[in-house]
């Protein structure tokens, strides 16, 4: 079943509620055992990144997600902080991230656009990038809601799964062969992000 | 290209739903769960939650309801009332809300901004200015469902909501509310024009040519509304509503004929 990494940040009720009415079992992991009969991983995540990366060290889950993952290449899906997470560092803390895939968290600050209002909130549009699965039936017109100060830069283009454009074009959506993450919030997101949800279930 | 929301907004008055004229007479409209379902099917942007009564009768947030609220809503949410500590901002996010308002608490104590923004983040952290105009055209943010004058200006406090750390704020016309005659353009401008955090704007708007209004003054906008989307014809039957994708899609094209060419 999907379990949902509860270590106390996001909203861990929503996906819940969303795999329900999708008719996909479902559960939460808040220990290291209740991770034992997962086949899909939900890595949700909000707020500052080294409190989501303490709050994960501090679970007693992390070394077995790290086996999971990266030993049994479970399907991974980290969603907003929970992307960033995937990532080797952020410019929003100090602490490292889980390293799955290569690359850095950045602001949007940093991009010294005076008129760009922060946090990038609100409902904004996805180009995936071709054929991608986590993206299936959604190539036209998808839209997602966003609420993020922060944004995942890819140290391989390829690894890049969708873009969204605020200040500039930014990589939405990363995969790397099972590690996928999403910048937006599907779990929010109506039926677009119902659909991008029951497709990482059937990945 | 990022859109401009539209936002219904919900005021719960003794666990049921309200809407009200200048903060006062709430008349029934029905059951707020039920309400969040119907914006459910009709995919509304976002949804802000305001219980009317917490501040006023000094009490605690009712967790239990907002569990419910934030279980059943399907978009993005904002609750606020009657929050005063960061303790109840967490607990209101750990309840799968994914933003936290303000209103009272924040202008006694502006530091509670950046304490709440620290633990939960910036990004969950609105402010709401209930704005009324004194007889001789000052305009004041008031607490207390409108009862009590802060004496601040919106535009100083907005300025400071910023500075300390919150993610959104909320301007809310107490003059226009329950008025559907549309938003004060001129206040939404200011607040603009001298912050640089998202904004939404409540009180007002009733019609999509109001709502269209304030997107072309103010751009990539939060446009709430109460009685324009649970009230019907001039009878005011109450009737949930909300603008079709199609709607939403030619009102952003009018009102940002740029934004729409740029796409």
Redesign the interface.
Known sequence: MIRIVDY?LG????FQ??YKRLNVPVGLAKTADDLSDATRLILPG???FD?AMEELDRSGMRARLDELVLGGKMPVLGICVGMQMLAERSDEGKLPGLGWIPGDVKGFKSLNQ????????????VRPAAGHRLFNELTTDA?F?????FYFECADPAHVAAVS??GKEFSCAVSAGHIHGVQF?PE?S??FGAQLLKNFAEL | ?????IIPCLLVHDDGLVKTVKFKDPKYVGDPINAVKIF?EK?A??LIVLDIDATVQGREPNFRLIAQF??E????LCYGGGVRTVEQAKRI????V??VALSAAAIEDPTLISRIA???????VVVVLDVKTSLFGKQEVWTHNGRKNSGKSPLELAKEAERLGA??VVINSIDRDGQMKGYDLALARKIREAT???MSVLGGAGSLQDIGALIKECG?V?ASAGSFFVFKGQYRAVLISYPTPEQKDELMNTALPSRAAH?
């Open positions: 106390g909203n861990i009720l929503a509620n969303m909000v707020g500052a409190h005076p008129d760009l209002l922060l946090p990038h909130m609100g409902w904004n549009d839209r809601y966003f609420l993020h100060s454009s605020y919030h929010k109506h039926h | 290209m990022l859109r401009p929301r459910n995919e942007d976002e934030a279980a809503c399907r978009m993005p996010i750990g309840l799968g994914e933003k620290a633990e939960v983040g910036s990004q969950s993610g959104e640089r955090l998202p990539v939060g796409a």
